[in-house]
């Protein structure tokens, strides 16, 4: 390592030869040496650059402390067919570090470039190349020196990382945008593409330094910020990484920080509504919205002020600096080429500490391109310094050497109390110096005594204050003039340098700040968080309309996203009375003399009713007809709002219809059919009826719904009926007639004949009736029966009479009772008495109408031939004597009663047939039994 160092130095040393340009255009010559140069293409500062070139140049470093060639692209305007290439080394063979065009620049971007401790040269090579066509404006390059170091790239992890900054379109720069109280986890890394080469990097042991804007804050090994912002401001951040060589990252990262801020400002009192209103609740940042905003917007002013506490050991080597004690800052908000390019820029530079014996430190102020200016000299260097030793103990602040331990732990050495301290060679702001003899800072007019509890020798201490920054009073020369600062970037890596050159007296710096000409400090930058969307959640709720689905002291909900993102909400109250609801019902139709009860139909606290009629109850009764009307009205407790609501409904007063009915009969014998005839007035009514029939137990028997009904009733008894007529209306009458219906038992005459069936020649026309009427309705008073033999014979004496017939037949017997109320019942039955038949054997058909026809006496020809029992049927058959069949006859019907001869449509007389003897037989089915007869029948003529 040392070896390679010295070998840069020595480079640096034999390039101290080459005459320094400020200025140098491409193409004007191939090397030039120094560390404060401007590099444009060939057209100049002015001219943009020409076609068809291929030009080189190698820059050296003219500086031997800082052997290495850094430069910053200030500016480029390069067209995509052209580039600029710049090499880590001597010429074109080196390293490619990088190649620029208008596709790989961003004017917005920091670009440094420094010889690699590879290159033993120290030199950069810039390459141009342009085709023959297109051109642009150019670029300037300012070209400065620097030690050797290893390099250091400072990375994003976006992986680890929990925010990665976004591009802004609008304005080129990348922010992360957060919500209040949002944690930001930041993970940075760094490249080393050479590491190892002299010593060796790692994250461990570089220091990453951190400026979040209104504060700073470095440590080894610190690549991870954890960090919640406070909303409502922006904030400028920038990363950087100095390693263990004390060699920083050229380019830091950079991005900016915007947070959000609850918008809602306040939500204006909302007077009560009624439940059947809406609302719409409009968002806006006047005062005559109802959702009153704030805008969430920040002025971000950049500030080159440094919070950064720095212990200061006694002289002894501690990390990570050794005996130097640096605060950084990391400048990113000024134009991109800005530089100091005057001793006045610097207005003045303010140091807070606190440190005893002034004497014993240096103080140097160093800009990102190394260029230093020493505020404070070394007065050792010569023992005493040269000075007036009066006031060798001057101190700066309230120093704490009472309880000062060597030691690099900064716990075993309390902090003093500091003051401000102001170095400035701007002349032109009626500032105060010190001069004289002693001094600049020792000069009695500026130190006065101030007692010191924590001084080791004595109860007073003589302080340099110049605390009255705002008055610019004591004010300081610095050491070196400002004018070292010329051309320093303002953009990069500052730093404050302390140098303990004595032991036994510590100190602390607190803050320190650079005060910058106006015109060249950073741009303000600004931003609004614009309001997203907007809704409302609660009863009813949907967008920002309000339309309550219940009352009462609703809770409502606003809730607000702003374009980051960001959910705010605010609750507010709203009074929701709940709009009457009163119901009369339908139209009602009532009769004359009825009452109608009317009901609003709505029960709530502070509820009040008001009826056309002067009536303020919730029910009011009517009967009369008209249209009514009812206003409810419901009213909060303090009566600010009043919410009402009516409602109407018509009563019709109709007729009332008056039933009436006659009956087409009133009493008779059961079964008894009566019909109802409907009288009911008045006439014209479109009428619907009920009839009931009910008997002597009130129990319904029958019933019908036509106008005029038939009823026929069984059982005797008593009956009464019911009529319920209804108009189409509604109205209804009933007339109820009792026991207006009388049904008397009605007898069912019966009775049998013993025998019912019979030859006469057994019963010689004996017969006896038995009576079998119901004896309970032959008991009743005024009751008469009758009998009629049917054979002219009658009696009305005997219930179960005996009757004698004097000749055969079938004879038709009715009983006839009638009841003391005329209920007639008759019955009748056929007594039949068989005759004896009798056969003719001898037959004279020879036409004198006397016994010309086989005529049988008795014989029963009363034939049905649809009787399934074939009663009274018969069969005659005739055979001569050789049993030949000569006639036959199916129910033969010629036959003889009282010595008269009765001639049917069949007769036997013999026709052709001869005189002499035949033989018959007749076959006769009687009711008792079945008869064959044989015999012989003898025709004479």
């Known amino acids: 390592m040392k070896r390679i160092v010295i070998f840069g130095v020595l480079c640096c040393m034999i390039l101290l030869g080459v005459k320094a340009q400020n200025a140098i255009s491409m193409g004007s010559q ?112 300012h070209a400065t020196c620097m030690a050797p170091c290893q390099r250091v790239v400072v990375q994003l992890d976006s992986v680890h990382s929990s925010h990665i900054p976004h591009r802004d379109p609008d304005d080129g720069y990348y922010y992360i945008d957060l919500c209040p109280n949002d944690s930001v986890h930041i993970v940075t890394y760094c490249d080393y593409p050479d590491n190892n080469f002299s010593y060796p990097q790692s994250d461990a042991t570089t220091t990453f330094q951190w400026d979040l804007d209104v504060m700073a804050y470095d440590s080894i090994g610190g690549n991870t910020l954890d960090h919640v912002f406070t909303p409502g401001r922006g904030y400028s951040v920038a990363v950087s990484a100095i390693d263990p060589a004390q060699c920083p990252s050229l380019t830091p990262v950079t991005f900016r920080v915007r947070t959000s801020q609850n918008p809602f400002l306040n939500i204006a009192p909302l007077p009560p509504i009624c439940s059947s209103d809406e609302l719409d609740l409009n968002v806006g940042y006047d005062s005559l919205s109802i959702v009153q905003l704030t805008p969430i917007n920040s002025m971000q002013s950049a500030s080159l002020c440094v919070t950064d506490t720095v212990f200061l050991p006694d002289g002894i080597s501690c990390a990570p600096y050794g005996t130097f004690y640096r605060s950084y800052v990391n400048f990113t908000n000024f134009a991109p080429n800005a530089t100091i390019t005057s001793a006045n820029d610097i207005l003045y530079l303010r140091i807070k ?103 080791d020798s004595g109860t007073s201490s003589y302080c340099i204050d110049s605390s009255n920054v705002a008055n610019m009073t004591q004010i300081y020369h610095p050491f070196q003039d400002f004018s070292r600062m010329v051309n320093c970037p303002l ?105 109608a009860v009317l009901s609003a139909n709505y029960q709530a606290e502070n509820t009040t009713y008001l009826w056309n009629t002067g009536e303020t109850t919730e029910d009011i009764s009517v009967d009369t007809c008209g249209i009514y009307q009812v206003m409810v009205a419901t009213s909060t407790p303090d009566g600010a709002l009043t919410c009402s609501m009516s409602d109407t409904i018509t009563v019709i007063l109709n007729p ?60 005797p008894g008593t009956y009464s009926i019911a009529l319920m007529v209804l108009t189409s209306d509604g109205c209804m009458d009933t007339i109820y007639n009792m026991n207006c219906i009388h049904i008397y038992p009605q007898p069912v005459a019966e009775f049998v004949s013993d025998p019912e069936v019979s030859f006469f020649s057994e019963s010689q026309g004996i017969i006896s009736f038995v009576n ?10 005024n009751m008469t029966f009758e009998w009629d033999f049917g054979d002219g014979g009658h009696n009305t004496t005997d219930l179960s009479p005996v009757h004698t017939y004097s000749e ?26 068989e005759p004896d038949l009798s056969f003719p054997n001898i037959i004279t058909p020879n036409d004198d109408n006397a016994n010309d026809v086989f005529a049988i006496r008795n014989l029963n020809t009363d034939f049905d031939p649809n009787d399934p029992n074939g009663y009274r049927s018969n069969e005659l058959f005739i055979y001569n004597r050789w049993g030949k069949r000569v006639y036959y006859a199916k129910n033969y019907d010629t036959y003889a009663k009282d010595e008269q001869i009765f001639v049917g449509t069949q007769y ?26 044989h015999g012989t029948i003898t025709v004479i003529r």
């Open 30 to 141: 191939t090397s030039v040496s120094g560390c404060d140069l401007y590099i444009y293409d060939d057209g100049g500062a002015a001219n943009g650059y020409a076609t068809g070139t291929n030009q080189v140049l190698t820059i050296y470093s003219n500086d031997p402390s800082n052997g290495c060639v850094m430069i910053e692209i200030q500016a480029l305007d390069v067209d995509p067919s052209d580039t600029l290439y710049i090499y880590d080394g001597a010429d074109i063979t080196g390293t490619l570090l990088h190649w620029f065009n208008n596709s790989d620049y961003d004017s917005l971007g920091t670009f440094r470039y420094a010889a690699t401790i590879q290159n033993s040269t120290g030199a950069l090579t810039l390459r141009f190349f342009s085709n023959a066509s297109v051109t642009g404006t150019g670029f300037q390059i």
């Open 908 to 933: 036997f007389d013999a026709k052709s047939l001869a005189d002499g003897v035949y033989y018959y037989t007749f076959h006769y089915k009687g009711i008792i039994k079945d008869i064959d007869y």
């Open 353 to 455: 500490m606190e440190h005893s014996a002034i004497e014993d430190i240096r103080i140097t102020l160093v800009c990102p391109n190394n260029n230093s200016c020493k505020i404070v000299p070394d007065y050792q260097n010569d023992g005493w310094g040269g000075i007036n030793h009066s006031y060798f103990r001057t101190n700066l602040g309230l120093a704490n050497r009472a309880r000062e331990v060597v030691s690099c732990d900064s716990t075993q050495n309390p902090m003093g109390v500091p003051w401000n301290y102001v170095w400035s060679n701007n002349t032109t702001l009626g500032y105060q110096y010190a001069g004289g003899s002693y001094g600049y800072c020792f000069e009695p007019v500026n130190i006065h005594s101030q007692y010191n509890p924590n001084w």
């Open 772 to 781: 079998q009427t119901d004896m309970a309705v032959l008991n009743g008073e």
């Open 808 to 833: 055969w037949a079938d004879y038709e017997v009715s009983f006839t009772i009638t009841t003391e109320h005329g209920c007639t019942s008759t019955t009748t039955h056929t007594v039949v008495l």
């Open 491 to 595: 953009n990069g890596n500052w730093y404050i340098q302390v140098e303990d050159l004595w032991t036994n007296d510590n100190g602390y710096i607190v803050e320190w700040e650079m005060a910058l000409d106006p015109n060249l400090l950073p741009q303000n930058w600004s931003y609004d968080v614009q309001v997203d969307t907007t809704y409302l959640t609660g009863p009813g709720a949907n967008g920002l309309h309000i339309a309550p689905d219940q009352s009462g002291d609703l809770t409502y909900d606003a809730v607000l996203f702003d374009e980051y993102g960001c959910r705010y909400d605010t609750v507010f109250p709203l009074t929701v009375v709940q709009m009457p609801d009163p119901n009369l019902g339908d139209d009602q139709d009532i009769c004359v003399g009825d009452t």
């Open 656 to 715: 009332d219809p008056a039933a009436s009915f006659s009956l087409s009969d009133t009493e008779g014998c059961g079964q008894l059919t009566f019909q109802c005839f409907d009288q009911t007035t008045p006439s014209g009514l479109d009428l619907s009826y009920n009839w009931l029939v009910m008997d002597e137990n009130n129990n319904q028997v029958a019933s019908s719904q036509l106008a005029n009904p038939q009823f026929t009733l069984d059982v």
